[in-house]
């Protein structure tokens, strides 16, 4: 089993032009995000896949690879599937290899949490598409609209994503929610085989999608098994340039 590590970035972010070339420490962001995938043990291939020469420049600059795609893309995922069928053929790739799609965002992801979703592939076979999870453990993540919840089956399958604070508890105050233990929310990044991501990536649009703005819900719609890995660390993504500021309370100084 092969696996390939994509990194999707585009310059043209509406609250934040020009992310993926944010100075982070002396680095760029998408040059963080990059050197931690490498860090993961047993990935056979790790590439940027962008729109734009600036960051096809900034990527080479570091000696990294990069596959330029598509300006057109709507979703992450999307460049991803065009970033993974050029590269088909180049690495001698299968339906079932898996293919992740490492947030360009996120140039603190602990590899660790990366290696989950390989490991997760490698002990369930029969895995479609895999994503991570972690308690909930403050209000704030709780009833946030940003963040991504997850309800699951006794298979560790995702059967719903929603931006409100789910389950809902009938019977509880809302201050009392969190001593459930009970609510998980979504680690922004996904493992999925080749020959999935090919299905996926062709589906129309759906009306729990629009309704929720999570693609992933599509897939769910159409059948597609989502598998959910625990990890215990935590995501710091960078949206705005006020983020920024904010990674030293988030990542120890180097």
């Not at 001698?92 to 390989?118: F, K």
């Amino acid at each position: 089993m092969k696996t390939v590590a994509i990194i999707p970035a585009r310059f043209a972010s509406s609250r934040f032009p020009g992310k993926p070339l944010a100075d982070i420490r002396g680095k760029t962001m998408i040059q963080r995000t990059y050197e931690q995938a490498l860090k993961v043990p047993g990935l056979d291939y790790v590439v940027v896949a962008t729109d734009d020469e600036r960051i096809e420049q900034n990527v080479k600059s570091f000696n990294g690879e990069v596959i330029m795609t598509s300006s057109t893309h709507l979703s992450g995922t999307d460049r991803c599937l065009e970033a993974a069928e050029k590269l088909e053929t180049k690495l001698g790739l299968s339906e079932t290899d898996i293919i992740l799609n490492i947030q360009g965002d996120e140039p603190y992801i602990h590899p660790e949490s990366i290696g989950l979703i390989v490991e997760c592939f490698k002990r369930r076979t029969e895995a479609q598409i895999v994503t991570l999870f972690k308690p909930i453990t403050s209000e704030t993540d709780l009833f946030g609209k940003g963040i991504a919840k997850v309800v699951m089956n006794k298979r560790d399958e995702i059967i719903y994503f929603s931006r409100a604070p789910v389950p809902c508890f009938r019977d509880l105050e809302q201050s009392d929610w969190l001593t459930s233990n009970i609510h998980r929310k979504q680690i922004g990044m996904y493992g999925y085989r080749l020959g999935v991501l090919k299905k996926i990536g062709r589906l129309e649009q759906t009306e729990l999608e629009n309704a929720e703005q999570l693609e992933q819900l599509r897939w769910i719609e159409n059948g597609y098994v989502i598998t959910g890995q625990e990890t215990p660390h935590e995501s710091f993504s960078i949206d705005t340039p006020e983020d920024l500021k904010k990674i030293d309370l988030f990542v120890e100084k180097e």
